[in-house]
């Protein structure tokens, strides 16, 4: 009788120990697959942030030569604009001048 008690208990222990080992075994696969499933999304996660950083600087880049091109265009108008005031009064010395060279009938 012994010896069956000794025996189911072998049976019972080895039993007991392939089913830990099954589920450790088991466990340990499916943490490792959730490692592979996490790091898979974060190495998307960060590939996907890149792209969207880089679309950034290009547009970022694009807005600095639409700037410089209206500050170039700023500088020409303003040019033009300080040539015209220039004109103007150019026009108007040479209205003055006419009026004093009639009253001093030079002309």
């Known amino acids: 009788m012994q010896q069956g008690f000794d025996d ?20 340990k696969s499916d943490m490792q697959q959730g490692f592979n499933d996490v790091r898979k999304e974060m190495r998307l996660g ?5 792209e969207h950083i880089v679309d950034i600087r290009e547009t970022v ?7 410089n091109r209206l500050n170039e265009r700023q500088e020409r108008v303003e040019l033009r604009l300080e040539h ?23 002309v």
């Open 84 to 106: 015209v005031a220039y004109k103007f009064e150019v026009q108007d010395h040479e209205k003055r001048v006419k009026v004093l060279e009639k009253k001093a009938g030079i």
């Open 46 to 50: 960060f590939s996907t942030v890149m």
């Open 61 to 67: 880049h694009g807005l600095e030569e639409n700037v």
């Open 8 to 27: 189911v208990r072998k049976e019972f222990k080895s039993d007991m120990q392939q089913g830990f080992d099954d589920v450790r075994k088991e466990f």
